[in-house]
C-alpha cells in the first residue's frame, strides 16, 4: 500500500530494505556506542572536545564535529553553563531491566546465570561483530555469533545457540548492558519464550559485566592482536577455534579451580550422579 501511494516499484523498496550494512554506517553505530560509553562513564560532564580526545586516545578515529553530531543525534548535553537540564533519552527507559546479578558471578549449577555482550573486532579495513553468551557456572562459552554488523539479530542468533545446547534451569536470569539491542522488543519476547529472567547493567558500569568483559579482553589479547588476522575468513576460522577447541575445552581458568569449563562441567556432572545414587 506504501509503494503504490508513493508511485514506488515494490522491488526498489524490498532492494532497499534488503540491502547489506556499508562499512561507513557500520562504523557510524561503533563510534555512536563510544561516545555513549564515554559520556555516561564521565557522567555527563565532557562534552564533544573532551569526549573526542579520550576516543581517539583510545584508538577510536573520529573528529570533534563527528562526535558533536552524535551527542545531538542521541539528544545528549554536557552539564555546562546554567542552561543545562538533563533528559534521559526516551529509548533508554524501554525495556531497561533491574540489575538482579549484581556482581554475583558465582552459580550453583550449569544454565543458572548466563551474561551476553558484543565486541568489535577490526580485521583491515572492516568492522566484525562478536555477540556471545557465558555460563557463569563453568565459564563456558555456550551461544555465539560473528557477523559484519551489529543489528538485534546478532544477538538472537547467539541466544537461540545457547538455548539449542543448553538445558536452561528454572528461574534463570541471563545478565546484559542496556544496549539497544538488549532492549529491543524482539529479544526480549524471546527471553520470556525461553523462561529466562533479564537483567541489565547500571548505566555507564561496566564492572556490572566483569566475566564477559574479561572474556572479551583475554580474547583480544591471546588471539586477535597475536594474530593480526588480516581477511575476514582468517579471522572467522581463529576465532572458531580460540572458543571452541581452546578456550571451552582446554584453556584452564582459576575461577572454576583451573579447570578447563567442559572439565569443570563432567566432574560436576559425575559427583551429581555419584551423589544420586548414593
Known amino acids: 500500500m506504501m509503494c503504490e501511494m508513493l508511485d514506488v516499484p515494490r522491488s526498489s523498496f524490498y532492494a532497499w530494505r534488503n540491502r547489506p550494512v556499508s562499512q561507513r554506517d557500520q562504523r557510524r553505530v561503533l563510534v555512536g556506542m563510544a561516545v555513549e560509553t564515554a559520556f555516561a562513564e564521565y557522567k555527563a560532564r565532557y562534552g564533544a572536545p573532551r569526549l573526542a580526545v579520550e576516543l581517539n586516545e583510545k584508538g577510536i578515529d573520529c573528529s570533534l564535529n563527528h562526535v558533536a553530531d552524535l551527542l545531538r543525534e542521541k539528544g545528549l548535553r554536557a552539564r555546562n553553563g546554567k542552561g543545562f537540564k538533563y533528559r534521559p533519552r526516551t529509548e533508554s527507559r524501554t525495556n531497561v531491566s533491574e540489575n538482579l546479578l549484581k556482581r554475583d558471578f558465582n552459580a550453583d549449577q550449569p544454565n543458572q546465570k548466563w551474561v551476553s555482550d558484543i565486541t568489535y573486532i577490526k580485521v583491515g579495513r572492516t568492522w566484525l561483530f562478536l555477540a556471545a553468551v557465558l555460563d557463569l557456572f563453568s565459564r563456558k562459552i555456550v551461544g555465539w555469533v560473528l557477523d559484519t554488523h551489529m543489528r538485534?539479530?546478532?544477538?538472537?542468533?547467539?541466544?537461540?545457540?545457547?538455548?539449542?545446547?543448553?538445558?536452561?534451569?528454572?528461574?534463570?536470569?541471563?545478565?546484559?548492558?542496556?544496549?539497544?539491542?538488549y532492549r529491543a522488543n524482539q529479544y526480549q519476547d524471546l527471553l520470556q519464550g525461553y523462561g529466562l529472567r533479564s537483567s541489565m547493567s547500571r548505566t555507564g558500569n561496566c564492572w556490572d559485566n566483569a566475566v564477559m568483559e574479561s572474556f572479551f579482553s583475554r580474547l583480544k589479547v591471546e588471539l586477535i592482536y597475536a594474530e593480526n588476522y588480516t581477511s575476514v575468513d582468517q579471522a572467522r576460522s581463529g576465532i572458531f577455534e580460540y572458543i571452541e577447541l581452546f578456550y571451552n575445552q582446554t584453556r584452564r581458568h582459576s575461577a572454576i579451580g583451573y579447570l578447563s569449563p567442559n572439565d569443570y562441567e563432567e566432574k560436576f556432572k559425575q559427583l551429581t550422579v555419584s551423589t544420586f545414587r548414593g
Do not use: F, K, P, T
Not at 539479530?153 to 539497544?180: F, K, P, T
Open 152 to 181: 538485534e539479530d546478532l544477538i538472537i542468533a547467539a541466544l537461540n545457540m545457547a538455548a539449542l545446547n543448553r538445558d536452561i534451569a528454572d528461574n534463570a536470569l541471563i545478565h546484559s548492558d542496556r544496549g539497544v539491542q
